[in-house]
Protein backbone atom coordinates (compact mmCIF):
# COMPACT_ATOMS: atom_id res chain seq x y z
CA UNK A 1 0.00 0.00 0.00
CA UNK A 2 1.39 3.30 -1.02
CA UNK A 3 0.58 6.91 -1.89
CA UNK A 4 2.35 8.11 -5.07
CA UNK A 5 5.36 10.53 -4.17
CA UNK A 6 3.58 13.74 -6.15
CA UNK A 7 2.11 14.33 -9.15
CA UNK A 8 2.79 16.22 -12.65
CA UNK A 9 2.36 19.74 -13.27
CA UNK A 10 1.81 21.54 -16.57
CA UNK A 11 3.06 25.01 -17.38
CA UNK A 12 1.94 26.73 -19.99
CA UNK A 13 3.58 30.26 -20.81
CA UNK A 14 0.49 32.77 -22.18
CA UNK A 15 0.71 36.31 -22.80
CA UNK A 16 -1.72 38.48 -20.81
CA UNK A 17 -3.64 40.92 -22.62
CA UNK A 18 -5.00 43.84 -20.41
CA UNK A 19 -7.46 46.11 -20.47
CA UNK A 20 -6.02 48.67 -21.91
CA UNK A 21 -7.85 51.30 -21.31
CA UNK A 22 -8.64 50.87 -17.11
CA UNK A 23 -4.80 50.88 -17.33
CA UNK A 24 -3.12 54.02 -15.85
CA UNK A 25 -1.44 56.61 -18.30
CA UNK A 26 1.79 55.41 -17.29
CA UNK A 27 1.34 51.54 -17.87
CA UNK A 28 -0.57 51.83 -20.98
CA UNK A 29 2.84 51.95 -23.37
CA UNK A 30 4.57 49.45 -21.16
CA UNK A 31 4.38 45.78 -23.44
CA UNK A 32 2.93 42.91 -23.04
CA UNK A 33 2.90 40.52 -19.85
CA UNK A 34 3.77 36.99 -19.86
CA UNK A 35 2.96 34.49 -17.68
CA UNK A 36 2.36 31.03 -16.63
CA UNK A 37 -0.28 28.60 -16.66
CA UNK A 38 -0.19 25.86 -13.75
CA UNK A 39 -2.56 22.81 -14.55
CA UNK A 40 -2.46 19.50 -12.61
CA UNK A 41 -3.91 16.82 -15.14
CA UNK A 42 -4.26 14.39 -12.21
CA UNK A 43 -6.38 17.17 -10.26
CA UNK A 44 -8.50 18.99 -13.14
CA UNK A 45 -10.00 21.32 -10.96
CA UNK A 46 -6.96 23.47 -9.80
CA UNK A 47 -5.77 26.01 -12.00
CA UNK A 48 -3.08 28.31 -10.75
CA UNK A 49 -0.64 30.63 -12.38
CA UNK A 50 2.79 31.90 -11.70
CA UNK A 51 4.82 35.35 -13.33
CA UNK A 52 7.36 33.43 -14.57
CA UNK A 53 8.74 30.05 -15.22
CA UNK A 54 11.62 30.02 -12.78
CA UNK A 55 8.87 30.35 -10.26
CA UNK A 56 6.07 28.27 -11.52
CA UNK A 57 7.60 24.90 -9.66
CA UNK A 58 7.50 26.80 -6.32
CA UNK A 59 3.84 27.53 -7.09
CA UNK A 60 3.02 24.75 -8.17
CA UNK A 61 4.07 23.33 -4.73
CA UNK A 62 2.29 25.48 -2.93
CA UNK A 63 -1.12 24.94 -4.73
CA UNK A 64 -0.78 21.48 -4.37
CA UNK A 65 -0.26 20.48 -1.48
CA UNK A 66 -2.30 23.76 -0.17
CA UNK A 67 -5.09 22.21 -1.97
CA UNK A 68 -4.90 18.56 -0.19
CA UNK A 69 -4.42 19.75 3.17
CA UNK A 70 -7.99 21.68 2.31
CA UNK A 71 -9.44 18.59 0.68
CA UNK A 72 -7.98 16.13 3.43
CA UNK A 73 -11.09 16.94 5.96
CA UNK A 74 -13.96 15.61 2.97
CA UNK A 75 -12.23 12.52 3.31
CA UNK A 76 -11.41 12.64 -0.03
CA UNK A 77 -9.13 9.73 -1.47
CA UNK A 78 -5.83 10.65 -3.53
CA UNK A 79 -5.92 10.02 -7.94
CA UNK A 80 -4.46 7.38 -9.23
CA UNK A 81 -0.59 8.45 -10.44
CA UNK A 82 -0.38 8.91 -14.39
CA UNK A 83 2.35 7.27 -15.81
CA UNK A 84 2.78 9.03 -19.19
CA UNK A 85 1.70 12.86 -19.16
CA UNK A 86 2.60 14.72 -22.77
CA UNK A 87 2.91 18.55 -23.59
CA UNK A 88 0.55 19.31 -26.28
CA UNK A 89 3.36 21.96 -27.63
CA UNK A 90 6.40 23.75 -27.23
CA UNK A 91 5.05 26.34 -24.80
CA UNK A 92 4.43 23.49 -22.25
CA UNK A 93 6.62 22.17 -20.10
CA UNK A 94 5.72 18.94 -18.07
CA UNK A 95 6.98 19.17 -13.97
CA UNK A 96 6.69 16.90 -11.09
CA UNK A 97 5.33 18.74 -8.07
CA UNK A 98 6.47 16.17 -4.60
CA UNK A 99 3.80 16.09 -2.34
CA UNK A 100 5.04 17.57 1.15
CA UNK A 101 6.20 15.01 3.43
CA UNK A 102 3.34 15.51 6.25
CA UNK A 103 0.91 15.83 3.74
CA UNK A 104 1.55 12.60 2.16
CA UNK A 105 2.01 10.96 5.32
CA UNK A 106 -1.12 12.01 6.77
CA UNK A 107 -2.86 10.34 3.50
CA UNK A 108 -0.66 6.89 3.61
CA UNK A 109 -1.73 6.55 7.44
CA UNK A 110 -5.56 6.80 6.94
CA UNK A 111 -5.49 4.43 3.68
CA UNK A 112 -3.59 2.12 6.44
CA UNK A 113 -6.00 1.97 8.87
CA UNK A 114 -8.76 2.08 6.61
CA UNK A 115 -7.23 -0.71 4.92
CA UNK A 116 -7.51 -2.73 7.60
CA UNK A 117 -10.87 -1.78 9.25
CA UNK A 118 -9.88 0.58 11.91
CA UNK A 119 -11.53 3.72 13.63
CA UNK A 120 -9.08 6.05 15.31
CA UNK A 121 -10.02 5.40 18.85
CA UNK A 122 -9.20 1.24 18.03
CA UNK A 123 -6.02 2.55 16.48
CA UNK A 124 -5.18 4.90 19.70
CA UNK A 125 -6.56 1.39 22.08
CA UNK A 126 -4.06 -0.63 20.26
CA UNK A 127 -1.08 1.17 20.08
CA UNK A 128 -1.69 2.48 24.11
CA UNK A 129 -2.05 6.13 23.40
CA UNK A 130 -5.16 8.76 23.77
CA UNK A 131 -7.60 9.02 20.40
CA UNK A 132 -6.52 12.38 20.15
CA UNK A 133 -2.87 11.79 19.95
CA UNK A 134 -3.91 9.41 17.24
CA UNK A 135 -5.80 12.13 15.37
CA UNK A 136 -3.06 14.36 15.47
CA UNK A 137 -0.15 11.72 13.86
CA UNK A 138 -2.74 11.38 11.35
CA UNK A 139 -3.42 14.91 10.38
CA UNK A 140 -1.26 17.36 7.50
CA UNK A 141 1.05 19.30 10.09
CA UNK A 142 2.21 16.03 12.25
CA UNK A 143 6.05 16.32 11.52
CA UNK A 144 7.74 14.46 14.31
CA UNK A 145 6.66 10.86 13.59
CA UNK A 146 9.40 8.32 14.66
CA UNK A 147 10.11 5.15 12.94
CA UNK A 148 9.20 3.02 15.99
CA UNK A 149 5.45 4.79 16.20
CA UNK A 150 5.33 4.04 12.12
CA UNK A 151 6.42 -0.20 13.17
CA UNK A 152 3.78 0.24 15.54
CA UNK A 153 1.06 1.22 13.46
CA UNK A 154 2.26 -1.38 10.69
CA UNK A 155 2.20 -3.80 13.06
CA UNK A 156 -1.35 -3.32 14.22
CA UNK A 157 -2.76 -3.16 10.62
CA UNK A 158 -1.15 -6.38 10.07
CA UNK A 159 1.70 -4.97 7.93
CA UNK A 160 5.30 -4.07 8.00
CA UNK A 161 7.52 -0.67 7.82
CA UNK A 162 9.40 -0.86 4.37
CA UNK A 163 11.68 2.10 4.57
CA UNK A 164 13.15 2.69 0.61
CA UNK A 165 15.93 5.55 0.01
CA UNK A 166 15.62 6.82 -3.57
CA UNK A 167 17.27 9.12 -5.32
CA UNK A 168 15.33 12.54 -5.37
CA UNK A 169 13.66 13.29 -8.51
CA UNK A 170 13.91 15.85 -11.09
CA UNK A 171 12.37 18.08 -13.21
CA UNK A 172 10.55 16.14 -15.58
CA UNK A 173 11.19 16.19 -19.39
CA UNK A 174 10.33 19.54 -20.85
CA UNK A 175 8.01 17.67 -23.01
CA UNK A 176 7.26 14.32 -22.37
CA UNK A 177 7.60 12.21 -18.91
CA UNK A 178 7.41 8.13 -18.51
CA UNK A 179 8.97 8.23 -15.04
CA UNK A 180 7.07 6.43 -11.87
CA UNK A 181 6.52 8.24 -8.66
CA UNK A 182 5.23 4.65 -6.75
CA UNK A 183 8.49 4.08 -5.39
CA UNK A 184 8.39 5.56 -1.79
CA UNK A 185 10.31 6.54 1.19
CA UNK A 186 8.39 4.69 3.47
CA UNK A 187 6.01 2.37 2.20
CA UNK A 188 3.69 0.42 4.40
CA UNK A 189 3.25 -2.81 2.31
CA UNK A 190 0.88 -5.78 3.48
CA UNK A 191 2.37 -9.15 4.03
CA UNK A 192 -1.60 -10.68 4.74
CA UNK A 193 -4.63 -9.20 4.31
CA UNK A 194 -4.72 -7.23 7.71
CA UNK A 195 -4.23 -9.95 10.19
CA UNK A 196 -4.97 -10.00 13.72
CA UNK A 197 -2.50 -7.79 15.92
CA UNK A 198 -0.11 -10.16 17.42
CA UNK A 199 2.80 -10.03 19.68
CA UNK A 200 2.64 -7.24 22.64
CA UNK A 201 -0.34 -4.86 20.88
CA UNK A 202 -2.18 -7.82 20.82
CA UNK A 203 -4.07 -7.31 24.06
CA UNK A 204 -4.22 -3.48 24.31
Known sequence: MSTPAGYHAILTEFTLLPDREKLPETLKNKGLKNRVKINFPEFPGIISSASSLSVA????????????????????????????????????????????????YAYLLREVRKGASKSQSSMSKLLGIKTQTYQKMERPGCTNLEINTLERIAEVCGMELNINFIRKEEDLSDHVTHRHARITHAQLASQHNCKPPQGKYANK
Do not use: G, W
Not at 74 to 91: F, G, Q
Open 57 to 104: PKKAYETLNNYLMCEYDRDTPLPEYVDHISAENKKQRVIFVRLRSDVR
